[in-house]
């Protein structure tokens, strides 16, 4: 992938309401796509993977993606938030090349979920 | 998927100094992966390392400055050398179980150069 844009930095929200955090990429040749959360002090955790097939992929935590091929997307949503999905989320794309996979993540999103 | 010990978890460091962080996986993969986080930034890749051969540095990383040790299938070490305070950052190490499976990463180090 050439690039990863994740179109929001802070997205803040009340409990309880839906959420959808954006991703967009740009790449020339088939891609594996991630949402990764990032918990406050933790590592990186994989919340789901499109990696070919159904369009819509459900992840951990009720969250689920949308892979849309023809606007280069992979847009994270969830139908209900609670306080404890309060993290930085990143996107990421890997695509094949010469020895193996290059990945590259998005700047983040922060969801902020508010009482 | 692969389980990831990484320490210290966190560290002061005074600036001069250096700091090794520690990575053992829970089974064997061929590659490792370190990474960088720098405050309120997205990860960025500083090198692989396989074993029994040396790491491959990505650009604006040098092996002076982020030396690496790769014994075995298991266990890797990153080395940030001569630190400064721009070097405080999280640092995370990862392996993939082939990209199908996205990324494993550990648990992160993060350190403040003081």
């Known amino acids: 992938a050439q690039s990863v844009t994740q179109l929001d930095s802070q997205v803040p929200v009340f409990e309880e309401a839906p959420v959808e955090l954006r991703c967009n990429y740009s790449?020339?040749?088939?891609?594996?796509l991630f949402w990764y959360v990032q918990y406050p002090n933790q590592g990186l955790q994989l919340l789901l993977k499109y990696l070919s097939g159904s369009t819509l992929v459900k992840g951990i935590n009720g969250f689920e993606a949308e892979f849309n091929k023809s606007q280069t997307s992979f847009h994270l949503r969830k139908p209900s938030v609670h306080i404890s999905d309060t993290a930085e989320y990143f996107c990421?794309?890997?695509?094949?090349?010469?020895?193996?996979?290059?990945?590259?993540f998005g700047a983040g999103t922060r969801l902020f979920v508010k009482a | 998927s692969a389980v990831i010990s990484q320490k210290p978890s966190r560290d002061i460091c005074q600036r001069g100094t250096s700091l090794t962080i520690q990575c053992q996986v829970d089974?064997?993969?061929?590659?490792m992966f370190w990474y960088r986080q720098q405050p309120g930034q997205s990860l960025t890749l500083i090198a692989t390392?396989?074993?029994?051969?040396?790491?491959?540095?990505e650009s604006g990383f040098v092996i002076d400055k982020f030396p690496i040790s790769r014994p075995n299938l298991t266990f890797s070490t990153l080395t940030v050398s001569n630190m400064s305070p721009e070097d405080s950052s999280i640092y995370l190490c990862s392996v993939m179980s082939g990209s199908r499976y996205g990324y494993t990463f550990g648990s992160g180090t993060r350190l403040t150069v003081v």
């Open positions: 990421a794309v890997s695509e094949r090349e010469t020895g193996g996979f290059k990945t590259i």
């Open positions: 390392a396989n074993q029994g051969s040396e790491a491959t540095y």
């Open positions: 790449s020339s040749v088939s891609v594996y």
């Open positions: 089974s064997q993969v061929t590659m």
